[in-house]
């Protein structure tokens, strides 16, 4: 039910005009008369009525403001579906008890290098490989990832090791082929609301990890999943990777705080992505403790042999030792949450 | 030429492990060491260095901070062209003395609609007919536009009226089909960094007219439009909309302070968008003054004929009335600043 | 009339729970069942009820939201003065058909450059003199302003010039001194919500200028004036300067839209100041045009006569000859939206 | 060591001139010719220039950009002091192994709440009692505190429990009557850049809590730090509580990425705020978590006997016996992170 709140100067006749044009969409209306103002609560569904039509209301003489209570998502609702989520691949569940670690390089640089950090942090505990074959640089100079025969070697290195392989689509027309070796699609922060790519990986079976947009808020991320969802695929992954804000320090601002937000208002799982959220390999220890405290369900840690030498983020880039070392002491964090890693 | 700040505690092999990875690049050095701190300035075409080696020199042991001097972009820098850009679209140049007035409806909703539409802002003084044939749009549910039929409409209004049509392109499978219909192709805010599709219209003759992304700085416009120029087309048109920032009486910040800054940065032609820019209809009129009066090349303004029935933004659209007045009401404006339109 | 929406699992017991906080309040209520949620209005006058009790009303078992309809400041809602407010301070009405023009040094330097500067606004058309005694500075090491003798030497450029004086207050204990000199007292961005010094000018009775925080929604800035008109001083003028946002190229955004909506909002006069709002003063000129057209009462303009000597904000001031061209330029603008300066 | 970075149609004049501004101030040049730009080091000690001067040299003829190198805090800094600062207050040592608690009610309301809530959080393991007396409110029709009243029940609190006391000054007029009874002074996040205030509590010498700003970034927080230890109190607590952003379903971001930052910048303690940085109580354990595991030395928590009924900040205070389990559940992670609390 949605609420329209009326100026004080609001005539009989506006009110009449309002009421015609909800009648019209078989919606029903409840007029309320305050001491400073009028109030009509519209009666039945309206999430049948798109936010375009609110807008229309909102100019209609007399309205001085249109409040929506109901949330303009659904699928992704905790209402819709009280239950977590949990998705399972190669073995691994997502949205569980056990908490995942996604880990690999920014960019694959070449079957070397991949195979050998997929080997280290296999070791070290990470359950799922990262790596980038088609590289969203903010400079058109800068490297753009080995496409296929990037996709190539991480589906070596998964051979190796046996962990599924996440990595990113940027481009409808570069499905086919990242269907065929990744085993988790990624939607990065600048393509959030990137809408056709949305309906396109809504339409694939394999499970999407959608990136929180640059200044995205809760909502409109919540209503970037719908999209996904819309199309059929239920099998969606959220993962926080910090806001824009005025602050220059840190490369973005990580929001802890929507982890638990988002696990009230869905029952998607939720990861958190450390590296990207504050760009300073210092900070990624830290701030992976804090996304278990939080109650993250998995981490994405950029991992680096070499991070001197890296063709891409190697500011937030932790090297193999260190990573090691920072699933060591998850461990008990995880443990006082009631969790594992 | 780059700088490199050293850490105090910065040691000689930290410095020779520096200086041999620049040289190895093909970079001089120039070791300076003042009271408090030594830098280390990098002499030669840093430009070849991408932000991915800088990354990775900032993480050398003994390094403090690494800056920038020289812009990350350059077809589209004044220093690389310093006399204006002046774009030529169906007989109106833009860029130039005259401003541009790009006029019409968020989304085109039928035929009468949009040829009644433009025949009224012809009449009015607008220069260009807008509409959306792909939306996008934050809610799936919403109406997405009626993609190729509407694009016909249009074509059929710019029969009539003789003005080119600007219209916006999301996916870029859907290049083909907008080539054959409009005049100018936009890029909206959500896509400024859908690196896939820069480069695809970066490939095509026709103007392309940049959105500034939602929460875009000025530099990643920038480079947003280089994405663009470097693929061969520099018919670029940039479109300042608004930034998102705390403040939730308006739908966005429009940055006036943007476009006598481009000024000075860019050779390419501004313009601006109120309606996205505020989003309500009310402050459509002055903003567009303040938009003439700080520089502005063009406007773009949506106009619907009646707002209460729009399927799309209806709050932030003007009758043809009030734009026909407002059309009046710049002029001295436009002469206040030495321009005409 | 406030609203409370209540959780889809509220009970019965929930609902009478809060229909008797409320009527413990003395206000009413009005229970409306829709098919997806019930909604209680509340009856009376809840301007009384504090942002406290929403508070307690929001953790109550059941409620899911409660919205405020009601805006929170009523002396300086245009609701309750429909018509502008005009102030006039040594024969200058601040807010009529006049656009007022302050202009001045950052910080008073000596005798010898206020005199100057005061006599070379006066005569490009300035209409009041700003100077900064008491400064704020982020820096404890940072020129701190002269004090008292500033303010003498503004006494005497007045005296002088004819120009009234507008300089800012810091710190309540101040005021004594302030108010022997001053004709209008500035509150600084970094003070707008210093709550003690708001109620502290507002028992004076001379005009207070009232500069928007630094991320101050315009809510914000209204209750920021409410604070001192409740104490009497109904003599406010709102001045716009700028907010803080991501962006790194401007010292601040300026948003001129604040401008128009704030005369929709309250019946106060509004002026902008440039300088401090994009930090830059090569547009300077521009935004002061944006300004005028968009619908400012008035200006706030950094003019130094040597601005690379300057102890404070040299970066942001103009010159007394770009002042006067400027001064002239702006001519045509103000006559072109009804206005003379 | 500052940077002078000059624009390419720099003369040989401009430059003279920039070196014999620097030279009157007793500073030597580095000046070095790269084949894009010229660059001027500046040798000495340029912590003595301040900002203003540095923005007086960005406005001379030739130059381009002004690169300041050194921080503009000192005392604060952890180069100035590497060893962490242990703050000693009635037994409790603050910024050492120990996470000490500091708990109550946003105002003291009466004698028989403060003294209850003081109880109940010292039997759950609080070290600290915070309350306000004088409340900082955005409207100036809510309650604005109890005053010395609130004061004097507090120090009755104290008197049974043995918790010190925690409250905010507001005005430079109250330290007198608030150095009488409390035992650290708190600055609220809307004071954190009221410069008087800050020299004022740097003069007293008891511990000074200051909340980092509304948009305050981590540099002007580290320099409102070193305005308080200019004056010579050293005594110094930073507390985050917080930041704006775009996002408004919390009621504000907080940036728990701080706490691991200024453990690098900064040798003084750093507690966690998780009540105003989330707005909601749902949020506060998970997020006191967070906090705990990123390293901070501190929390403070907002607690209410009966939220419902809270004349302040309801929304986001937890009850005792959700403060108690927190308390429990909070050390397995401090043990994690090897702490206590």
New interface residues.
Partial sequence: ?D?I?LR?DATEEDIRRIVKKLESRGLGV?I?K????T?I?????T?KI???EE??????PGVE?V?R??K??KLASR?FKPQDTIIEVGGNPIGGKKIQVIAGPCAVENKTMIVSIADKIKSAGATFLRGGAFK????????QGLGEEALQYMAEARGKTGLPVVTEV????DMEIILKYADIIQIGA??M????LL?EVGTCDKPVLLKRG??A????WL?AA??VM??GNQKLILCERG????????RN?????A???LK?LTHLPVIVDPSH??G????VA??S???????ADGLMIEVHIN??????????SIKPDAFKKLME?LK??A???GREI
């Fill in positions: 039910m609420i709140v004080q409840h309320s305050g001491t400073e103002r109030i609560g519209v009666i039945g569904d999430s798109a936010d375009e807008d229309a209301v909102k100019v209609m403001d409040l209570i109901l303009p998502y209402e969203p640089r903010t400079s058109p100079y800068s490297f940027m481009d409808p027309r600048r393509n609301q990137n809408f056709r309906l640059l200044s808020t809760i909502k409109e209503m719908e999209y819309s199309k806001v824009r804000t005025f602050e220059t320090a840190t601002t990580l929001d802890l705080s982890i638990p937000l009230k959220g504050v300073k390999w210092e900070l830290p701030m403790k804090g996304a278990v405290a939080v109650g991070p001197e030498e890296a063709l891409s983020d190697g500011e937030q002491e008990p964090i443990a006082a949450v």
